[in-house]
């Protein structure tokens, strides 16, 4: 019985995250970088790929190079991805992909996992105002794109 | 070659692979834009003043579209938008309303009346104490001098005369005024054109002012000037109004546009019309 109460409380705690998770609110930046994974569940770098390469979900594709992709029309807006393992660490990649800001001042490129501090946000891609703000990927896909990006190795 | 130009050479060929169209589908950006043979367009010039600190060139979106994409306005037989031109001087001499008028019962040959308007345009209307659009003041006409309905703001209707309308004066420079009455939308719509939004967190500076020449995907962002609206996308084979075009874009950012119409977005036309100033009106243009 108190266990199960535990449980619960720890549940309410996290809000629409799911348990385990950690929510956009509460991860902790360090200069940028992010040590904690947020789920605790290993990312799976192939999963993270597809993320990166699907239009309605990272489409990290969409500004940044990344040759071992198969993704047809790569942009250039933001550097090419290739041997950003080399370059960053998983911390930093986290960071960098929960809020880039952080790393890099008054970069355009969005954040992926941050729910707050937007200017007029919308409902998804409807044109009407949000109700509630969704990251724009969850916690397992953060952690499946930094496990991708962490091995390309220069 | 570059990799980074090979993959796109790549792409591009298998892009045109696909949709099975001849000739190259790169952009010429030395190209110029002559229409029918005879009448020049700038499509390139100094930026206006108040924009020297930020681009020294503006460029119409028409010298970042494919070669095929060009070639369409170039010749109004080829030019789908002009069958909507059409369809506006229709709209013209249709006489409507309780006054039992059409446009031209009171302004005759619309190449004569109309000629300057859509240069200069958004403007202030001492009368009315406002900023007016075309589209504004097409309705304002409708209503208080024909007594007729007016259009929705963004409709097929009002995007035919628009488009005729902005014929008119094709080839003759923007110069919409920035001071005096409108100054205080113009500073508006600079806020507003500089204030990241939605989501995705973009202004449109974050794309059309620092990005424009990089691709988004298959995207080649231009500079977002608006010399050519309305514009006929390829896309989805229709004419585009140019705040509906703003709204496309501040969804596509996972924001909640300004309604079509709103002083909100006739302040921020304003102010991205005059980042063209002294770029030829196109209307009624061809893009993807």
């Known amino acids: 019985m108190k266990l199960a109460l535990i449980t619960a409380a720890a549940f309410v705690t996290a809000g629409a995250a799911f348990a385990g998770e950690i929510a956009p609110k509460d991860v902790v930046m360090t200069e940028g970088a992010v040590e904690a994974s947020l789920t605790g ?39 090419s991805l290739d041997g950003a393992g080399s370059r960053w660490s998983e911390a930093q990649l986290r960071g960098m992909l929960v809020n880039p800001k952080m790393t890099f001042e008054g970069t355009v490129m969005p954040a992926f996992y941050k729910v707050d501090g937007y200017t007029r946000p919308g409902d998804g891609y409807t044109g009407k105002a949000a109700t509630e703000i969704t990251p724009v990927l969850t916690a397992q896909q953060i952690e499946d794109v930094v496990a991708f990006l962490a091995a390309l190795k220069e | 070659m570059t990799k980074l130009t090979s993959i796109r050479t790549i792409a591009a060929l298998a ?11 790169t952009a010429d950006e030395n190209a110029e834009l002559v229409i029918n043979g005879e009448l020049a367009l700038v499509t390139k010039t100094a930026a206006p003043d108040h924009l020297k ?8 979106g028409w ?6 994409t060009q070639a369409m306005q170039m010749d109004d037989f080829d030019n789908p938008g002009m069958v909507f031109v059409d369809l506006g001087m229709d709209a013209w001499n249709k006489v409507e309303g309780t006054e039992n008028k059409s446009c031209a019962s009171c302004h005759n040959d619309p190449a004569e009346s109309m000629k300057g308007v859509r240069a200069t345009y958004p403007k202030w209307n001492e009368a009315a104490g406002e900023l007016r659009t075309v589209e504004g003041q097409v309705n304002h006409c409708r209503t208080k001098n024909m007594g007729a309905e007016p259009y929705k703001y963004v409709s097929g209707d009002m995007a035919n005369m628009v488009a005729m309308i ?19 939308a113009w500073e508006q719509g600079k806020e507003i054109y500089y204030t990241r939004t939605g989501v995705l967190d973009l202004s449109c500076a974050s794309c059309h002012e620092q990005n424009y020449g990089n691709y988004i995907r298959a995207d080649h962002l231009s500079q977002g000037q608006i010399n050519g609206f309305p514009a006929y996308r390829l896309k ?11 709204w496309g874009c501040i969804r596509d950012v996972r924001g909640e546009p300004y309604d079509r119409g709103s002083p909100e977005f006739t302040a921020l036309e304003l102010y991205v019309a005059s980042r063209g100033n002294g770029l030829s009106v196109e209307g009624a243009s061809v893009r993807n």
């Open chain 1, 41 to 79: 569940v290993a990312g799976n770098a192939a999963e993270g790929g597809k993320v990166m390469a699907n239009r309605a979900q990272g489409n990290c594709v969409a500004c940044h190079e990344v040759s071992s992709l198969k993704a047809a029309f790569q942009g250039n807006v933001g550097p």
């Open chain 2, 15 to 25: 892009f045109a692979g696909s949709i099975a169209l001849g000739g190259a589908v």
């Open chain 2, 53 to 60: 600190d930020s681009l020294d060139e503006i460029y119409s």
């Open chain 2, 63 to 68: 010298v970042y579209r494919e070669t095929d």
């Open chain 2, 166 to 184: 902005a014929v008119q004066s094709r080839g003759m420079p923007v110069n919409v005024a920035i001071d005096g009455p409108v100054k205080a």
């Open chain 2, 236 to 246: 989805d084979a229709r004419l585009h109004q140019v705040q509906d075009r703003f």
